[in-house]
T-cell receptor, first 112, second 112 residues
Framework: QKEVEQNSGPLSVPEGAIASLNCTYSDRGSQSFFWYRQYSGKSPELIMFIYSNGDKEDGRFTAQLNKASQYVSLLIRDSQPSDSATYLCAVNEVGNFNKFYFGSGTKLNVKP | DVKVTQSSRYLVKRTGEKVFLECVQDMDHENMFWYRQDPGLGLRLIYFSYDVKMKEKGDIPEGYSVSREKKERFSLILESASTNQTSMYLC???????????FGDGTRLSIL
């Protein structure tokens, strides 16, 4: 059974702090990794994607990938109340780039 | 920007009805997907299509069928709607396998 695991939260951080969201996956050999943000009642919105080991930065967001340990993280610097949402991790199925598996998401609360 | 448009935001149907959910994308993407999202179960893939008239079953295809007659349009069909198909349905598209998927706004479907 392919699995993408996320702590459901909620993760509460004060405004201006760094929020760290983690995701582990079971399918060794997965090559495409994505983070989506989903506001309540809305559809998922792509934030970042990463294909190679290491860090990838985009504004306040940094994705970190460690394939050996099979985890991918999302760091949000200078967290804002508008970042309060559920964050979904997605990983492709080995041998099938068309098929993604999504975690159940981590709910983030940023307190003003 | 990628635009994925789902025909209805909210839909109410009765058990036994044949239900059509439509999705259109404007970016000439090769791949299109249908997911359903339920509390506690996350996003689950129903079907996807990697080319016109080509389709592949996802993880939960039972009770559903799909149609892709034109590249930009992907339809999900509930052959005989049942109450356990009440859910949020999300359409997505991507350039090719392994590329980010972009979601429509979703259709909240209630089967009475």
């Amino acid at each position: 059974q392919k699995e993408v695991e996320q702590n459901s939260g909620p993760l509460s951080v004060p405004e201006g702090a760094i929020a760290s969201l983690n995701c582990t996956y079971s399918d060794r050999g997965s090559q495409s990794f994505f983070w989506y943000r989903q506001y309540s009642g809305k559809s998922p919105e792509l934030i970042m994607f990463i294909y190679s080991n290491g860090d990838k930065e985009d504004g306040r967001f940094t994705a970190q990938l460690n394939k050996a340990s099979q985890y991918v993280s999302l760091l949000i610097r200078d967290s804002q109340p508008s970042d309060s949402a559920t964050y979904l991790c997605a990983v492709n199925e080995v041998g099938n780039f068309n098929k993604f598996y999504f975690g159940s998401g981590t709910k983030l609360n940023v307190k003003p | 920007d990628v635009k994925v448009t789902q025909s209805s935001r909210y839909l109410v149907k009765r058990t036994g009805e044949k239900v059509f959910l439509e999705c259109v994308q404007d970016m000439d993407h090769e791949n299109m997907f249908w997911y359903r999202q339920d509390p506690g179960l996350g996003l689950r893939l129903i079907y996807f299509s990697y080319d016109v008239k080509m389709k592949e079953k996802g993880d939960i295809p039972e009770g559903y069928s799909v149609s892709r007659e034109k590249k930009e349009r992907f339809s999900l069909i509930l052959e005989s709607a049942s109450t356990n198909q009440t859910s949020m349905y999300l359409c997505a598209s991507s350039w090719t396998g392994g590329q980010p998927q972009h979601f429509g706004d979703g259709t909240r479907l209630s089967i009475l």
